[in-house]
């Protein structure tokens, strides 16, 4: 065979590889590929289709036969491509967020190599069918991090979803964690219809293969069922008109949020409300963005002793009097009172909250409900607190984790974490308040309702939050997508009052009615669907997830259990 033969059968040999036999020859490549197909599939570029192929080639890595180490290289290569790409908003708050940008991603991609090993194992240890084991442990994994290192529930595979209405309907029972368990189902069974035989051939003629007939009967049918239900769903939604909302969007670039005049915010804030109320029918409500009110506020409880006060007073500055500090305080609450009696409008108001009581002086991240002609407050403490933004974790330990911070002032984030989710009581309707990414978090925002005192459940729930940091990047859709479940999920309206956008309404069935553009200022004014459903999702909470997590860590007991059996068979034969 002469040289020019050899290189053309040799490429007539790659021609007729197919794609799942590419991706065990180029594993590397294969995970990067479906690391990029799985970012397309989020914004900013939002290939939704892209989501039900993109694990394709990481799944062929795991029915590869030989376990080398490039199958796992080629899976954590994918990973940090996936995240890197995903992630590149965090980069933009600070100079310091780089460090941030690439441990995020560091940490998150080790998901990947951890998924194909744990599937590995499945099915060929445990003979699990890949369109079994791969949806039940991608699931678990994906619960997982809802809750390390504070949680970030971002970027499920269900999130991608997110404007397919019939779809995402089946929310309000396993939660965005249903929607990721089909998709994976989807790439799963492709990737058996490349790797595994279609038909079986006979006298008779071919015919599909019992297995595979199976495979395609059970996908088939959850996407079927799973239509179904969302159209059953959709028809049946039956909206009453509700409070009328007033949603004032600011547009501070967080640099001059944190160095302005506070006279020149509160003079721009103001030019809003007033423009709210100005129009016909009045608001009968105006909230405010996080943190948006430039002082902070100042609560102190009547029972605290003078010299407890006093301490706690020099905690806020050393250079503070006690009496300089209750004149702010009574000038603030001034303010703030005669603004909202000047309005005629109740104003929930996402402010810095300074709270001295017998326990110590503790500064949360509040919203705060002022009412016309009414000296008593409504308030709300931000649970889910943004570790280096809010707090620093582990900081007595580890002092030198301040660098970490995207302040340069001095300033070390001390807030408290908030413990109760308690709902506002506007005009006779419940407002259940989320600050800044707590409408991101399933489990957080299913407690006001599954919390709720006598089972009066919230109205409404209104996101105040302010992505400023992120200066209009991709991180203000993906913010708005994720906000999307927790209105499928509950069965509530979702109102969003958000510092440079993307402010917004959403029904119960997560159908964004209206928004304001990105990078401007404004009035988003509306009255609000209520929505009368509940749904099962309030009442079992992540029951999909946390069984699936449940599946992931019995299989290395389950795996040791098979091998000391088949050890007992070999040994008894």
């Given at each position: ?227 179904a239900y969302g159209g ?90 006690v009496a300089a500090w ?22 929930i108001v996402g402010s ?222």
């Amino acid at each position: 065979m002469n040289a020019g033969t050899a290189v053309t059968q040799a490429m007539e040999e790659e021609r007729r590889l197919t794609l799942s036999e590419r991706a065990s020859r180029h594993p590397i490549a294969a995970g990067m590929l479906s690391g990029f197909l799985l970012w397309s599939s989020f914004p900013p570029l939002e290939w939704s289709w892209a989501a039900w192929l993109a694990l394709t080639p990481l799944f062929r890595l795991v029915v590869e036969p030989t376990a080398r180490w490039r199958v796992y290289l080629g899976a954590w290569a994918g990973g940090l491509v996936f995240w890197l790409l995903s992630l590149q908003w965090v980069r933009l708050t600070d100079a310091t967020a780089w460090s941030a940008w690439l441990t995020m991603a560091l940490i998150f991609s080790a998901w990947w190599p951890g998924f194909l090993a744990l599937t590995r194992h499945a099915v060929f240890k445990l003979e699990i069918p890949l369109l079994l084991a791969a949806p039940i442990l991608w699931v678990g994994l994906e619960h997982v991090r809802a809750f390390l290192l504070s949680g970030f529930p971002w970027y499920y595979l269900g999130h991608s979803q997110y404007r397919a209405l019939p779809l995402i309907q089946i929310a309000d029972v396993t939660g965005a964690l249903g929607i990721s368990f089909l998709i994976v189902m989807v790439n799963a069974l492709v990737v058996d219809l490349l790797t595994l035989p279609l038909l079986s051939r006979s006298e008779k003629g071919a015919r599909i293969r019992p297995r595979q007939a199976a495979r395609l009967w059970i996908v088939g049918l959850a996407l079927v069922g799973t239509l179904a239900y969302g159209g059953h769903r959709l028809a049946n939604s039956r909206f009453t008109e509700g409070p009328r909302i007033a949603l004032l969007q600011t547009n501070f670039e967080q640099r001059y949020k944190s160095n302005a005049d506070p006279v020149a915010i509160l003079t721009r804030i103001e030019a809003l409300a007033l423009k709210a109320t100005s129009r016909d029918p009045k608001p009968d409500l105006i909230a405010w963005p996080e943190t948006s009110y430039p002082y902070g506020t100042i609560a102190i409880a009547p029972e605290l002793p003078a010299d407890a006060f006093e301490r706690q007073v020099r905690q806020v500055s050393d250079e503070l009097t006690v009496a300089a500090w209750r004149d702010k305080k009574q000038k603030i609450d001034e303010y703030l009172h005669a603004t909202t009696d000047a309005l005629g409008v109740p104003m929930i108001v996402g402010s810095l909250r300074y709270d001295h009581g017998l326990g110590g002086l503790h500064k949360f991240n509040g919203a705060l409900l002022y009412q016309p002609g009414s000296a008593a407050v409504q308030s709300y403490d931000k649970i889910q607190l943004v570790p280096f933004g809010e707090y620093i974790p582990l900081l007595e330990a580890l002092p030198w984790l301040t660098v970490f911070t995207p302040y340069h002032d001095g300033y070390v984030p001390s807030l408290t974490f908030g413990r109760e989710t308690k709902a506002l009581d506007v005009g006779g309707h419940r407002i259940a308040v989320g600050i800044c990414f707590e409408d991101t978090v399933p489990h957080l925002i299913r407690r006001f309702f599954a919390e709720a005192p006598d089972g009066r459940q919230p109205d409404v729930l209104l996101d105040i939050s302010n992505d400023g940091w992120f200066h209009g990047s991709e991180e203000l859709d993906m913010h708005l997508a994720v906000s999307v479940f927790r209105s499928v999920e509950n069965r509530v309206p979702l109102a969003r009052a958000v510092n440079t956008g993307i402010s917004a309404l959403i029904d119960g069935d997560g159908r964004i009615l209206q928004t304001l553009p990105r990078l401007t200022e404004g009035v988003l004014q509306a009255g609000v669907p209520l929505d009368d459903r509940s749904s099962l999702y309030i009442a079992w909470g992540d029951w999909l997830g946390i069984t699936c997590l449940a599946v992931c860590i019995g299989l290395v007991p389950a795996g040791a259990a098979s091998r000391r059996i088949r050890s007992r068979n070999r040994t008894g034969s």
